[in-house]
């Protein structure tokens, strides 16, 4: 075998030599608590200080960093004072960062990044390297209170704002979140037909129904189908954030309106109407008191009409004098109307059937008694 002269030595080494702002890709040989030893084809190993790999201050790179894995490195120190070169991953992912976060603001991509910790108007966010911040208007499309939830989190957001000379790296995940919405909008709008069922979230309730989030689509269920029954609010069968099955009634594409009902058609109290007779007297309970009458709702939940020229013989100017909401009361069922599905009873007519047999007994006069008498006496004589 060959000798090799100093010289020769000297010329192979200085080939592979390395110096301070070289980007190099290492092989991690070791990892702890504190550092992580690289092998960076180089006569000395190279070392990254656990601040020079994260700025997760609770980051545990014994379990983030494993040995085998490749990864590039800037040399921050040919050498150390100790033999080993100084590394830093954090400055070479930042030198890449910066040419990426110029492409996704140019071309509108999103980026992850990694939220450090809750500051002042918003959370500082890390982005390869680079610090952001991302304020709190900009975190969500919906009022979040506590924005601690988020701290040690990686979030998709757009790059709001970039200007390396300033320093100057915004963020927002709200423009990210909204675009995913209106993509999730545009595809239930073309996939959901009008019958169908579909899983949706109570996300506001008014006084004129529920407003159901189908997951990027809000529709309304208006206060008439909510129920079968008659109800004065929403809030009687609803609360924000139940989880109900919804039916869609009617979906307008070009204003992006959906109307459902959580009404079962299976359960509708009118399939079982022309189980009553007309004529009939039934116990119910009034449901609500109008200016035509009162809404009264029998046991089996059919409701229907009873006209104030219905309540009593007695001339009737207030209903609210003579009923009152939840009174329970006798009523006769006088008319079915299937085409329109309403329902007409009587309150002095159902009164009237109930007081048939004592008219009835009140009929007999006192002459009738006596002359029962006479031929009684007639009899025994």
Known sequence: MNDISMEEAMEGFALNKVKDGDILEGTILKVNKDEV??????YADGVIPRDELTKDHHEDITQTSSIGDKIKVIVLKADDGEGNVLLSKIKADAIVAKEELEKALEEKEAVEVKVLEVVKGGLRVFFKGLSGFMPASLVSNTYVEDLSKFTGETLKAYVEEYDEEQSRLIFSRRAYLAEKDAEEKARLLATLKEGQSVEGTVSNITSYGAFIDLGGLIGLAHISDLSYGRINHP???????????????????????ISLSLKNKGQDPWNRVHEMKIGHVYEASVKKIIDAGAIVQLENGIDGLVHISEISY????????????????????????????????????????????????????????????????????
């Open 314 to 381: 007695d001339h009737v100017t207030d209903v609210n004098e003579v009923l009152k909401e939840g009174q329970k009361v006798n009523v006769k069922l006088l008319n079915i109307d299937d085409e329109r599905k309403r329902v007409s009873f009587s309150i002095r007519d159902a009164k009237e059937e109930d007081q048939s047999f004592y008219e009835e007994e009140d009929s007999v006069t006192l002459g009738d008694v006596f002359q029962n008498l006479m031929d009684k006496f007639k009899e025994e004589n």
């Open 235 to 257: 809030s009687e069968v609803l609360s924000v954030g139940d989880k109900v099955t919804v039916h869609v009634l009617k979906i307008d594409q070009k204003k992006e309106k």
């Open 37 to 42: 030893i690289v092998n960076i084809d180089y």
